[in-house]
C-alpha cells in the first residue's frame, strides 16, 4: 500500500485550486473521463466557493484539527458523481475567480455600504490579489487587499462590541471589561 500523501490548502485558497496537486497522484486510476472534482468531509458534499480556512473553521472542532484530507480515501476526494442537486457546477479556475470576486465586493458593500474601491482596483492589483489567492501567498494577499480598506474582523467587532456595551447590550467579564469575542487571524 502506498503511503498516503498530505497536501497543504491555504486558508485563503479553494478547493478547486488543489486539483492540479491532486490528480497526478491518481493518474494511473482515474477513469478515460473525469467529471468535476469535488471533496466532502464526513458525508457532506463541500462547497467549492467557500475558502478552505472558512471550511476549516465550520467543519472541524478544536479535537480534530489539524484537518488532514487524506488522498487515499476516496470518500472525501471524488472524480465521479458530482452532486449537481447540492452544489453549483465549478467550471474550474474561472468559476472560482468569478466566485471570489463577487465575494469580495459583497464584503466591500457590507463594510463600506458600496463595492466601488473594489471595482477601482487597477488590473495589476487585480491578477496579483487573484494570484496570491491561487498560490496561497498570505503576504501578498495581505499587501493588496489593504488597498481595499477594507476594516478588519476584530476592528469591527470590537467597535460593535463596545457600542452594544455602552447600550447594555454587551458581555462583560468579572473586571466589567468587555468581551471583544473570538479574534481572527488568517494564515
Keep these: 500500500m502506498e503511503?498516503?500523501?498530505y497536501i497543504l490548502a491555504p486558508r485563503i485558497g479553494y478547493l478547486p485550486l488543489l486539483a492540479p496537486l491532486i490528480k497526478p497522484y491518481f493518474s494511473s486510476t482515474l477513469p478515460p473521463v473525469v467529471d468535476t472534482i469535488w471533496f466532502d468531509y464526513k458525508?457532506?458534499?463541500l462547497k467549492w466557493y467557500i475558502p478552505t480556512g472558512v471550511l476549516f473553521d465550520l467543519l472541524c472542532p478544536e479535537p480534530e484539527r489539524p484537518w488532514y484530507i487524506p488522498l487515499l480515501l476516496f470518500e472525501l476526494v471524488h472524480f465521479?458523481?458530482?452532486p449537481g442537486n447540492v452544489l453549483i457546477p465549478c467550471e474550474g479556475e474561472d468559476s472560482v475567480k468569478w466566485s471570489?470576486?463577487?465575494s469580495l465586493k459583497e464584503a466591500a458593500y457590507i463594510i463600506n455600504g458600496n463595492?466601488?474601491?473594489v471595482m477601482n482596483m487597477s488590473q495589476s492589483d487585480?491578477?496579483?490579489l487573484w494570484h496570491s489567492v491561487m498560490s496561497g501567498n498570505f503576504e501578498a494577499y495581505q499587501r493588496v487587499s489593504s488597498?481595499?480598506?477594507l476594516a478588519t474582523v476584530e476592528d469591527e467587532?470590537?467597535?460593535f462590541c463596545s457600542s452594544k456595551s455602552q447600550q447594555g447590550y454587551g458581555e462583560t467579564d468579572l473586571a466589567g471589561q468587555v468581551k471583544t469575542g473570538l479574534q481572527i487571524c488568517l494564515k
Design 147 to 149: 488597498k481595499l480598506k
Design 43 to 45: 458525508g457532506l458534499p
Design 157 to 159: 467587532y470590537t467597535s
Design 100 to 102: 471570489f470576486v463577487n
Design 80 to 82: 465521479r458523481g458530482y
Design 3 to 5: 503511503a498516503q500523501k
Design 115 to 117: 463595492y466601488k474601491n
Design 126 to 128: 487585480h491578477l496579483e
